[in-house]
């Protein structure tokens, strides 16, 4: 597999456009978010996202997260409670993934999960991609599964050349784990991240289920 390789600095609009038609497509992608590098798919291209599991060695149990460009963009395919929009609205943009009831048309990004793992990321160059895309990117670390992240674009580069469709430079990232909130029952902290328990619970006005 031949793989182009951008900086995202110099990508023009038609290279973004060019990229967020392929992810679209099913399209497998290197590329920065506000967090870490990411392995990114159309969210209901099934074959760009077989390519993500065997690339990460990533186990068929573990369901990839979602991003989205923008809680508008969310809607159709999640059902928000009254504390998800509260959430939603203190902190996306930012580092917190939701885990959220598919609707009806969200049940194809689903894939037989109970709940669907979104994030609007606050990154205006991976929100211009996500927003010229027809269906939410699945998105996960571009590393080996239970592997430290990638933050050298060098090592990025050597690891997946040839075994994505495109890469997308931007430099060395400090990593950020996005918090995740479970709210397709009793609201639950899958995992505290850059937002603590403390502010979340705050925001939620209640304390997360054990």
Partial sequence: MKTRIFE????????????SRALSAGAVAVLPTDTVYGLGTGGNRERGIQTIYRLKNRPAT????????????????????????RLAA??????LTLILPPTEDG?????????????????AFLV???QGMSVPMACTSANLHGQPVITDEHILVETFNGQVD????????SPVASSVVDLTAQPRLLREGALTRTVLENV???????
């Fill in 8 to 19: 995202a600095a110099q990508m023009t609009r038609q290279d973004k456009e060019e990229l």
């Fill in 62 to 85: 573990s369901p990839l997260p979602l991003l989205s460009g923008g809680t508008e963009q969310v809607h159709p395919w999640a059902q928000f409670s009254p504390q998800a929009e």
């Fill in 90 to 95: 203190r902190f996306w943009p930012g580092a």
């Fill in 107 to 123: 049940l194809v990004l689903a894939r037989g999960f109970t709940g669907l793992g979104f994030r609007v990321p606050g990154y």
């Fill in 128 to 130: 211009e991609l996500l």
């Fill in 166 to 173: 495109y890469i997308v430079r931007a430099g060395t990232l």
């Fill in 204 to 210: 939620l006005d209640c304390p997360f289920a054990n």
